[in-house]
């Protein structure tokens, strides 16, 4: 039986399967490979998916939806035609219309799948994207990350097994470009960065604005239904300019037409295009490479179509980008390949695929400023390699305290309350003074997002263990301990985490930009000036935030 890749998008999705060692894209009804990531409920309460929603939004948007993939992970729910529906429940359908466009092309039932997602897709948003398989009656085998995928394909097209990757991934709602490297067998994934507020949609946006400012119309005030034409219009249009210099915007509704190129486009999206840069700027300064060390930069997603957007790269990057294959097919490919080597079939060499912890996972510790607010003490930080598995080590902050509550948390904030809540751990300890005690903290994560934390009070040799997210594979108990086992063997690495607010300001915003020694100079720092303002001492204070100054300066400069 046939497994299947699946790149389930924000805006379209697509099924691939490996056959003879090639990717071949699995055509939906229409006959087309990519289904738009629309739902919409009809008038008989029948569920329909893709080209059919995607026109019901405009038509009947009470009862449709779509980009709910943004929703993934969340308490969200859509209402369509008064019905209820979560991110998931609506992802389902999509996956179930995959799964059948799949079977009637291959002649097979499938019931096996692996799925794409971001590489900065948290731990509910994963839990929730593999809820979505099993609610449409696939076993989601695994989920990869897009940029893994999108290399796996360019290193495929392209016949160089071996380079270093920049893939840009510019869908219709999110940027994603991450720095993904492929040598010796094992592809790697060294830095993501992305903004998911930005995408093709916001071109078609500028476009729209433009049309009603050409014409004295306000945008803002326009009723839904004609937004949504305005808007469908546009990204016409903007297609349009993929193919040929000049077109002309005709909203013959409105009788009133603009014309539009590539060069007025430019100039109208002059703000994205900044925005586009700085996600390109943060990928390749956290992968601590220079343009020069990239040897192909991958262009991923529909929106990569836009010459305004290669051009744009190229005179940023001096460079000029590669085209392995249609842009918004290129991660689609790379899951179906992915695939076929789950399926271990012989013409296709094993791979290890090496991800990355996209986020930084971590545990509470007290602030002794504000007993309220704690603070986020890393264990494992952003674009740790995965899987890996860290210790750390705490203590009491309080005298004879014979109870400890550990919350774990994921984020790039300061304070915790500012990051997603995972889980917490309590323990009983014995009441000692303040400072005395020693707990162990190990977390261990593994490519399929099961995080295992372990608290060992050193003394007692007491353990408290819980894991996380585990609810979201189907594996039993023995599999998931003798995989930990497994992680447990990898090599250990201990690791720690108004002027007065603008300095504390300041470095929050170094913690969540920096990595590695520098975010723990920030993060000393940090609760150097919190002990010092405790303290009431003016003289250390002042001394403490012009250390934290010199310091700060010294990393921006960096
Ligand atoms: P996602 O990964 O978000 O599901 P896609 O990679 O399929 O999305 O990209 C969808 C976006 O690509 C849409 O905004 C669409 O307008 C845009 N797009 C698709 N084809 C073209 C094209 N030929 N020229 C410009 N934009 C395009
Ligand atoms: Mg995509």
Same mark, same amino acid.
């Given at each position: 039986?046939?497994?299947?890749?699946?790149?389930?998008?924000?805006?379209?999705?697509?099924?691939?399967?490996?056959?003879?060692?090639?990717?071949?894209?699995?055509?939906?009804?229409?006959?087309?490979?990519?289904?738009?990531?629309?739902?919409?409920?009809?008038?008989?309460?029948?569920?329909?998916?893709? !080209?059919?929603?995607?026109?019901?939004?405009?038509?009947?948007?009470?009862?449709?939806?779509?980009?709910?993939?943004?929703?993934?992970?969340?308490?969200?729910?859509?209402? $369509?035609?008064?019905?209820?529906?979560?991110?998931?429940?609506?992802?389902?359908?999509?996956?179930?219309?995959?799964?059948? &466009?799949?079977?009637?092309?291959?002649?097979?039932?499938?019931?096996?799948?692996?799925?794409?997602?971001?590489?900065?897709?948290?731990?509910?948003? =994963?839990?929730?994207?593999?809820?979505?398989? =099993?609610?449409?009656?696939?076993?989601?085998?695994?989920?990869?990350?897009?940029?893994?995928?999108?290399?796996?394909?360019?290193?495929?097209?392209?016949?160089?097994?071996?380079?270093?990757?920049?893939?840009?991934?510019?869908?219709?709602?999110?940027?994603?470009?991450?720095?993904?490297?492929?040598?010796?067998?094992?592809?790697?994934?060294?830095?993501?960065?992305?903004?998911?507020? $930005?995408?093709?949609?916001?071109?078609?946006?500028?476009?729209?604005?433009?049309?009603?400012?050409?014409?004295? #119309?306000?945008?803002?005030?326009? &009723?839904?239904?004609?937004?949504?034409?305005?808007?469908?219009?546009?990204?016409?249009?903007?297609?349009? $300019?993929?193919?040929?210099?000049?077109?002309?915007?005709?909203?013959? !509704?409105?009788?009133?037409?603009?014309? +539009?190129?590539?060069?007025? +486009?430019?100039? $109208?999206?002059?703000?994205?295009?900044?925005?586009?840069?700085?996600?390109?700027?943060?990928?390749?300064?956290?992968?601590?490479?220079?343009?020069?060390?990239?040897?192909?930069?991958?262009?991923?997603?529909?929106?990569?179509?836009?010459?305004?957007?290669?051009?744009?790269?190229?005179?940023?990057?001096? =460079?000029?980008?590669?085209?392995?294959?249609?842009?918004?097919?290129?991660? !689609?490919?790379?899951?179906?390949?992915?695939?076929?080597?789950?399926?271990?079939?012989?013409?296709?060499?094993?791979?290890?695929?090496?991800?990355?912890?996209?986020?930084?996972?971590?545990?509470?510790?007290?602030?002794?400023?504000?007993?309220?607010?704690?603070? #986020?003490?890393?264990?494992?930080?952003?674009?740790?390699?995965?899987?890996?598995?860290?210790?750390?080590?705490?203590?009491?902050?309080?005298?004879?305290?014979?109870?400890?509550?550990?919350?774990?948390?994921?984020?790039?904030?300061?304070?915790?309350?500012?990051?997603?809540?995972?889980?917490?751990?309590?323990?009983?300890? +014995?009441?000692?003074?303040?400072?005395?005690?020693?707990?162990?903290?190990?977390?261990?994560?593994?490519? &399929?997002?099961? %995080?295992?934390?372990?608290?060992? &009070?050193?003394?007692?040799?007491?353990?408290?263990?819980?894991? %996380?997210?585990?609810?979201?594979? =189907?594996?039993?108990?023995?599999?998931?301990?003798?995989?930990?086992?497994?992680?447990?063997?990898?090599?250990?690495?201990?690791?720690?985490?108004?002027?007065?607010?603008?300095? #504390?300001?300041?470095?929050?915003?170094?913690? !969540?930009?920096?990595?590695?020694?520098?975010?723990?100079?920030?993060?000393?720092?940090?609760?150097?000036?919190?002990?010092?303002?405790?303290?009431?001492?003016?003289?250390?204070?002042?001394?403490?935030?012009?250390?934290?100054?010199?310091?700060?300066?010294?990393?921006?400069?960096?």
């Amino acid at each position: 039986m046939a497994i299947i890749g699946i790149d389930l998008g924000t805006t379209n999705s697509l099924a691939c399967v490996c056959q003879d060692g090639r990717a071949v894209l699995i055509p939906n009804s229409l006959g087309e490979n990519l289904t738009p990531s629309a739902v919409s409920v009809d008038e008989n309460g029948e569920i329909c998916v893709g !080209a059919v929603a995607k026109e019901r939004l405009i038509s009947h948007p009470e009862a449709s939806a779509s980009s709910f993939k943004r929703h993934m992970g969340t308490n969200k729910t859509f209402t $369509l035609a008064e019905n209820d529906f979560t991110p998931q429940e609506l992802s389902s359908f999509v996956l179930r219309q995959l799964k059948e &466009d799949a079977e009637r092309y291959l002649g097979e039932e499938v019931t096996e799948a692996v799925i794409s997602v971001p590489a900065y897709f948290n731990d509910n948003q =994963r839990y929730a994207t593999k809820e979505a398989g =099993r609610l449409a009656g696939i076993h989601v085998e695994r989920l990869v990350n897009e940029p893994s995928a999108a290399a796996l394909t360019a290193s495929r097209i392209s016949g160089e097994e071996e380079g270093s990757y920049l893939i840009f991934d510019f869908g219709g709602g999110t940027l994603d470009v991450s720095v993904v490297d492929y040598f010796d067998n094992v592809i790697e994934i060294v830095a993501v960065s992305g903004d998911n507020r $930005l995408g093709g949609d916001d071109f078609d946006e500028v476009i729209a604005r433009s049309f009603c400012a050409h014409h004295h #119309m306000d945008y803002d005030g326009l &009723d839904q239904q004609k937004k949504a034409t305005l808007l469908r219009l546009s990204e016409k249009c903007k297609r349009d $300019l993929s193919e040929r210099e000049e077109t002309v915007l005709v909203w013959e !509704a409105e009788e009133k037409k603009m014309p +539009l190129n590539n060069l007025l +486009l430019a100039g $109208l999206s002059q703000n994205l295009l900044d925005r586009i840069s700085q996600v390109v700027d943060t990928a390749l300064r956290d992968s601590a490479r220079s343009i020069d060390e990239i040897d192909e930069i991958v262009l991923v997603g529909g929106s990569s179509r836009m010459p305004v957007i290669s051009l744009y790269l190229q005179t940023q990057m001096k =460079r000029k980008p590669g085209m392995v294959a249609s842009p918004d097919e290129v991660v !689609a490919m790379g899951v179906g390949i992915y695939a076929g080597i789950k399926e271990r079939k012989q013409d296709i060499k094993d791979l290890v695929l090496t991800d990355i912890c996209p986020f930084t996972l971590g545990v509470s510790v007290v602030n002794y400023v504000d007993n309220d607010n704690p603070i #986020m003490s890393a264990v494992i930080e952003r674009n740790s390699v995965l899987p890996c598995s860290r210790t750390a080590h705490y203590t009491n902050s309080c005298d004879n305290q014979c109870q400890i509550e550990i919350g774990i948390f994921q984020g790039e904030s300061y304070y915790c309350q500012e990051n997603l809540k995972l889980g917490v751990i309590e323990m009983e300890i +014995l009441p000692v003074k303040k400072g005395e005690a020693c707990l162990e903290v190990r977390f261990t994560y593994d490519i &399929d997002g099961i %995080l295992e934390v372990e608290v060992t &009070d050193c003394r007692t040799k007491q353990m408290r263990r819980k894991v %996380l997210a585990s609810e979201n594979l =189907r594996l039993s108990e023995e599999e998931i301990e003798s995989r930990l086992e497994e992680l447990r063997t990898y090599k250990l690495m201990p690791c720690g985490g108004i002027r007065t607010k603008i300095v #504390m300001a300041r470095g929050e915003r170094l913690y !969540a930009q920096t990595l590695g020694v520098r975010r723990q100079q920030v993060s000393v720092m940090m609760q150097k000036i919190q002990k010092a303002v405790a303290s009431r001492n003016d003289q250390l204070i002042a001394k403490c935030l012009k250390e934290a100054e010199d310091i700060f300066d010294r990393l921006e400069e960096w």
